[in-house]
């Protein structure tokens, strides 16, 4: 399944229903993104995400998930080369998302989030 990936904006809205997350079911992006910092652990909003509805202004209610991912976009332009010192330690790499032939890339949009199982770790472990 190939959906399409929308960046939404602090000022819609998103309707959950039924949910511990939020006392209220309807709250604006911002509202959620501060509620988040209180209750990031005890959602999947990581893993499966958090069922519910988008509304945009101008358009109909939409459904589908809120998931949380990490976006790092570098300021450098190249990473510089340090001479090589010593033994050649091999580093694990991420996989690569591969990007079917007949799209093109948009800057905006994320790639799909990985599958992995999440562990706890530092300061909220």
Same mark, same amino acid.
């Given at each position: 399944?190939?959906?399409?990936?929308?960046?939404?904006?602090?000022? #819609?809205?998103?309707?959950?229903?039924?949910?511990?997350?939020?006392? =209220?079911?309807?709250?604006k992006v911002?509202?959620?993104?501060?509620?988040?910092?209180?209750?990031?652990?005890?959602? !999947?909003?990581?893993?499966?995400?958090?069922?519910? #509805?988008?509304?945009?202004?101008? =358009?109909?209610?939409?459904?589908?998930?809120?998931?949380?991912?990490?976006?790092?976009?570098?300021?450098?332009?190249?990473?510089?080369?340090?001479?090589?010192?010593?033994p050649?330690?091999?580093?694990? &790499?991420?996989?690569?998302?591969?990007i079917? !032939?007949?799209?093109?890339?948009? +800057?905006?949009?994320?790639?799909? +989030?990985?599958?992995? &199982?999440?562990? +706890?770790?530092?300061?909220?472990?």
């Amino acid at each position: 399944m190939n959906n399409p990936i929308h960046i939404i904006d602090n000022d #819609d809205v998103l309707h959950t229903g039924a949910s511990a997350l939020m006392f =209220q079911c309807t709250f604006k992006v911002s509202e959620f993104l501060a509620m988040m910092q209180a209750k990031l652990e005890e959602e !999947y909003i990581f893993g499966d995400g958090l069922e519910c #509805d988008l509304l945009s202004p101008g =358009q109909s209610w939409k459904k589908g998930k809120v998931k949380v991912r990490l976006e790092f976009s570098s300021s450098e332009s190249a990473i510089p080369q340090v001479p090589q010192q010593g033994p050649i330690v091999a580093v694990p &790499q991420f996989p690569n998302i591969p990007i079917p !032939y007949n799209e093109t890339v948009n +800057p905006e949009e994320l790639p799909p +989030p990985l599958r992995r &199982q999440i562990h +706890p770790v530092g300061m909220w472990s």
